[in-house]
């Protein structure tokens, strides 16, 4: 039940920005758009969040669109260590919903 | 100074045992969440308590049982293990803080194997 559709993966130089898309369509005005991903064997890690405007942290950037329907999450220099599963998540409330995510491998 | 502490890493076990995996967190949150990932690596919410009391259960057999002793600890009991139980188990925790439930923190999880 996952309100996210991601691609199932996609492949990122090192070095070069890796953009990930995530579409969603039937977001409603109060629901923030999550991004977290898992590196194999460990607890997910939080990466950035955000409502309607762009938004930047240390880790990413997270760019939303205006209808908010889609948004990408912005890797800008993408390292070895950033080979993970990457989630988009729309969330109202206390619960993360987890869908399939996108699989991203940086290759050297 | 680990953030989110799960014990054990590791917990193999044979069906029909029962068993618990203990999570602390020393983030100062006051809510605490369990995840199930089941070898086809969906995360799923089983439970969360905020400030000791359970806020969120879903469907979850009720050989299921987290107990919160503390804001900062979260056990998870698991009474008549089953083949299907088997997965990586995830506990978490977060600040509510101006009504929204802020970023999660993972611990690192506890594979669980069941004979």
């Known amino acids: 039940d996952a309100k996210t559709t991601q691609p199932p993966s996609m492949d990122c130089a090192e070095g070069r920005a890796a953009n990930l898309p995530c579409n969603h369509s039937?977001?409603?005005?109060?629901?923030?758009v999550y991004w977290y991903r898992q590196i194999h064997s460990q607890g997910p890690q939080y990466i950035i969040h955000?409502?309607?405007n762009n938004e930047t942290n240390e880790m990413a950037s997270l760019i939303i669109t205006e209808d908010r329907k889609s948004s990408t999450l912005i890797l800008p220099h993408a390292t070895l260590r950033d080979t993970a599963v990457y989630y988009c998540?729309?969330?109202?409330?206390?619960?993360?919903?987890f869908g399939a995510g996108t699989t991203v491998t940086v290759r050297a | 100074d680990t953030a989110v502490s799960q014990t054990p890493k590791y917990l193999v076990t044979q069906m029909g045992n029962d068993k618990s995996i203990k999570c602390e967190q020393n983030l100062g949150h006051d809510t605490m969440y369990w995840y199930k990932q089941d070898s086809k690596k969906f995360l799923k919410i089983m439970f969360s308590?905020?400030?000791?009391?359970?806020?969120i259960n879903e469907t979850v057999p009720n050989r299921f049982s987290p107990k919160s002793p503390d804001k900062a600890h979260l056990n998870l009991h698991i009474n008549s293990l089953e083949l299907g139980d088997s997965a990586v188990y995830f506990c978490?925790?977060?600040?509510?803080?101006?009504?929204?439930?802020?970023?999660?923190?993972f611990g690192p999880g506890t594979r669980l194997t069941v004979l």
């Open positions: 039937t977001i409603s005005g109060n629901e923030y």
């Open positions: 998540i729309v969330r109202d409330d206390y619960k993360l919903s």
């Open positions: 978490a925790s977060s600040r509510l803080a101006g009504g929204l439930y802020n970023e999660q923190f």
């Open positions: 308590y905020n400030n000791k009391e359970l806020i």
């Open positions: 955000g409502l309607k």
